[in-house]
């Protein structure tokens, strides 16, 4: 029997799906907003390498040009995905917004729009929701940005530091995003970086020789989270100096308990040798704006030229499928790992393990398929 299948966005997670969906007889049909697959890393910033390993991030039947090197560029991440697409012969529908998911009589409902188009609608036997992590950039409204001359500008919108030379730079938020912009500044020509942390994170070398984070993250990811937050303290000392007076404490919270709650440890690629030589000065969160001014949390000021927000995403899933039931109450799905929401319907790509975004992809990919096919 032929499963009639949408997925939704043709991402990397969207893309997989879809081929381990076809691989096992699915009648299957991407939908995809934008004209191109790997739209969100066609816009990512120019330096973005992939933080996994080439050999641990390959997608489902196709494995990453070994010219592409150990740490993938964003340009050859996107090479990749179209290759992926063309390799599986994937039926992808192009400037194709779904608007609405509904259920009824055992089937679902896809609503949708396209350029200059009217609402469509196409029934389903099964969904896959593979819109993102990263979907919707999400910038703070801090009381008194209206008065700030400069420019506040999300991260979602950085390429590269040349519109930036010469310029004294506040970057908002250390996460893998925030930390590699603010070293790229500092690198390519700013007058100054500061970088605004409010919770410090935990911070692991993305290698050490040939041993790669992603595999420690592979190892301690069934371990008991108490033991690998006591792990993480020696690890971390052993690693790095104690960065303490430099605004970079060892969290009070452990490593895989903050994991578990969303915060994925920075990979150091520079990161802490610019706080220590101080091309990157560390300082407290944004309590608000005055005027020209930037207020920090305990009352310092600082007077940038731009606020740059690396304050993370929104997944925007709640006007599409809010009214079903399958969103927890921030908005993000309940069942994700290639288990079902409901039936026939599944999420991928709105996790960020530390074993690797990529590799989760590609096995969720195959669950998926599996759960499909058996009428899950």
Same mark, same amino acid.
């Given at each position: 029997?032929?499963?009639?299948?949408?997925?939704?966005?043709?991402?990397?997670?969207?893309? #997989?799906?879809?081929? +381990?969906?076809?691989?096992?007889?699915?009648?299957?049909?991407?939908?995809?907003?934008?004209?191109?697959?790997?739209?969100?890393?066609?816009?990512?910033? %120019?330096?973005?390498?992939?933080?996994?390993?080439?050999?641990?991030?390959?997608?489902?039947?196709?494995?990453?040009?070994?010219? =592409?090197?150990?740490?993938?560029?964003?340009?050859?991440? *996107?090479?990749?995905?179209?290759?992926?697409?063309?390799?599986? &012969?994937? /039926?992808?529908?192009?400037?194709?917004?779904?608007? /609405?998911?509904?259920?009824? %009589?055992?089937?679902?409902?896809?609503?949708?729009?396209?350029?200059?188009?009217?609402? &469509?609608?196409?029934?389903? %036997?099964?969904?896959?929701?593979?819109?993102?992590?990263?979907?919707?950039?999400?910038?703070?409204?801090?009381?008194?940005?209206?008065? =700030?001359?400069?420019? *506040?500008?999300?991260?979602?919108?950085?390429?590269?530091?040349?519109?930036?030379?010469?310029?004294?730079?506040?970057?908002?938020?250390?996460?893998?995003?925030?930390?590699?912009?603010?070293?790229?500044?500092?690198?390519?020509?700013? #007058?100054?970086?500061?970088?605004?942390?409010?919770?410090?994170?935990?911070?692991?070398?993305?290698?050490?020789?040939?041993?790669?984070?992603?595999?420690?993250?592979?190892?301690?990811?069934? @371990?008991?989270?108490?033991?690998?937050?006591?792990?993480?303290?020696?690890?971390?000392?052993?690693? =790095?100096?104690?960065?303490?007076?430099?605004?970079?404490?060892?969290?009070?919270?452990?490593?895989?308990? /903050?994991?578990?709650?969303?915060?994925?440890?920075?990979?150091?690629?520079? @990161?802490?040798?610019?706080?220590? +030589?101080?091309?990157?000065?560390?300082?407290?969160?944004?309590? !608000?704006?005055?005027?020209?001014?930037?207020?920090?949390?305990?009352? #310092? !000021?600082? +007077?940038?030229? *731009?606020?740059?927000?690396?304050?993370?995403?929104?997944?925007?899933?709640?006007?599409?499928?809010?009214?079903?039931?399958? @969103?927890?109450?921030?908005?993000?799905?309940?069942?994700?790992?290639?288990?079902?929401?409901?039936?026939?319907?599944?999420?991928?790509? =709105?996790?960020?393990?530390?074993?690797?975004?990529? /590799?989760?992809?590609?096995?969720?990919?195959?669950?998926?398929?599996?759960?499909?096919?058996?009428?899950?």
């Amino acid at each position: 029997m032929s499963h009639t299948v949408y997925v939704i966005g043709a991402g990397p997670a969207g893309l #997989a799906a879809a081929a +381990a969906l076809r691989a096992k007889g699915a009648d299957v049909t991407v939908l995809e907003k934008s004209e191109h697959v790997g739209n969100a890393w066609r816009h990512h910033y %120019d330096r973005l390498h992939l933080h996994t390993t080439r050999g641990l991030s390959q997608l489902p039947g196709l494995p990453i040009p070994r010219e =592409f090197g150990r740490w993938v560029a964003r340009d050859d991440v *996107v090479r990749y995905l179209e290759a992926y697409a063309a390799h599986h &012969d994937l /039926r992808i529908e192009h400037c194709v917004e779904v608007t /609405r998911l509904d259920r009824a %009589d055992g089937a679902w409902t896809i609503t949708t729009t396209g350029e200059g188009a009217a609402e &469509d609608r196409r029934t389903a %036997d099964a969904v896959v929701v593979a819109t993102g992590y990263n979907h919707t950039p999400h910038l703070p409204d801090w009381p008194g940005q209206d008065t =700030f001359p400069g420019q *506040v500008v999300h991260a979602s919108r950085y390429r590269n530091p040349a519109p930036y030379a010469g310029k004294d730079v506040l970057v908002v938020g250390v996460g893998n995003t925030g930390a590699e912009i603010a070293q790229d500044l500092a690198e390519n020509g700013a #007058a100054s970086v500061h970088l605004a942390v409010r919770t410090p994170p935990h911070i692991v070398p993305r290698n050490q020789g040939p041993w790669a984070a992603q595999y420690t993250g592979l190892l301690v990811r069934h @371990l008991p989270t108490a033991l690998v937050d006591a792990l993480s303290v020696p690890v971390r000392k052993a690693s =790095f100096p104690d960065l303490a007076h430099l605004g970079l404490p060892i969290p009070e919270v452990g490593l895989a308990t /903050r994991v578990a709650q969303g915060a994925i440890p920075v990979q150091d690629i520079g @990161l802490v040798a610019a706080v220590q +030589a101080g091309t990157i000065r560390v300082v407290r969160a944004i309590e !608000r704006f005055d005027g020209g001014d930037v207020v920090l949390t305990g009352g #310092a !000021r600082l +007077a940038p030229d *731009v606020v740059l927000a690396a304050t993370g995403y929104r997944r925007a899933l709640e006007p599409v499928m809010g009214h079903l039931g399958v @969103l927890d109450e921030h908005g993000k799905p309940i069942s994700t790992n290639g288990r079902p929401a409901a039936r026939g319907l599944y999420f991928t790509g =709105f996790t960020n393990p530390i074993s690797g975004m990529f /590799r989760e992809m590609a096995a969720d990919a195959h669950r998926i398929a599996r759960n499909v096919t058996a009428g899950r």
